[in-house]
């Protein structure tokens, strides 16, 4: 199984059920990571009205992208798994698509970054109810605080769209 590592743990959670939760953070992991550079992305190469603003804005929300990275692969080790988090692992397994090089204008730049955001968020309240069906009350707490950030963020984003 991809990022599969049995590493000794005392977490009393039954090898399977730490396997498929270790698959599913895996998946988030790449996704928040992809997410993360898309974001970096957008924060380099947005031009417009509103840069400084949105320049800002792209920043902090990498930078808050970023400590979800470190908190998901940090639960996969502690599950006693392999975090599969490099730029090539998480480029390879992410579902997001990849970002258009010919968007550079603010407000259409903010539109592919909702986009974005907003498939992070279906996919991070679906890992919340698989954790929980699951029975793995950690995680989908894990995901529940990344929701929440998530959202907030979507929020923060689609002000600027909207009038």
Same mark, same amino acid.
């Given at each position: 199984?991809? +990022?599969?590592?049995?590493?000794?743990?005392?977490?009393?959670?039954?090898?399977?059920?730490?396997?498929?939760?270790?698959?599913?953070?895996? &998946? &988030?992991?790449?996704?928040?990571?992809?997410?993360? #550079?898309?974001?970096?992305? /957008? =924060?380099?190469?947005? *031009?417009? /009205?509103?840069?400084? &603003?949105? =320049?800002?804005?792209?920043? *902090?929300?990498?930078? $808050? +992208?970023?400590?979800?990275?470190?908190?998901?692969?940090?639960?996969?080790?502690?599950? %006693? +798994?392999?975090?599969? %988090?490099?730029?090539?692992?998480?480029?390879?397994?992410?579902?997001?698509?990849?970002?258009?090089?010919?968007? !550079?204008?603010?407000?259409? !730049?903010?539109? $592919?970054?909702?986009?974005?955001? +907003?498939?992070?968020?279906? #996919?991070?309240? $679906?890992?919340? *109810?698989?954790?929980?069906?699951? %029975?793995?009350?950690?995680?989908?707490?894990?995901?529940? !605080?990344?929701?929440?950030?998530?959202? *907030?963020?979507?929020?923060?984003?689609?002000?600027?769209? &909207?009038?």
């Amino acid at each position: 199984m991809k +990022g599969i590592a049995s590493f000794t743990t005392a977490i009393d959670l039954p090898e399977r059920l730490r396997e498929r939760m270790i698959e599913l953070l895996n &998946q &988030q992991l790449a996704d928040t990571f992809d997410l993360y #550079s898309q974001t970096k992305q /957008a =924060h380099w190469s947005v *031009k417009g /009205a509103q840069f400084m &603003q949105l =320049h800002l804005l792209f920043d *902090k929300l990498a930078e $808050e +992208g970023f400590e979800s990275i470190d908190t998901i692969a940090e639960r996969i080790t502690a599950l %006693g +798994g392999m975090a599969t %988090g490099t730029v090539r692992m998480a480029s390879a397994a992410s579902r997001l698509p990849e970002w258009p090089l010919d968007i !550079v204008d603010s407000m259409p !730049v903010v539109e $592919e970054l909702v986009v974005r955001y +907003g498939d992070v968020a279906a #996919s991070t309240r $679906e890992a919340i *109810k698989i954790a929980a069906d699951a %029975g793995d009350a950690d995680t989908a707490d894990l995901f529940t !605080v990344q929701s929440r950030a998530i959202d *907030k963020a979507l929020w923060f984003l689609q002000a600027h769209l &909207q009038a």
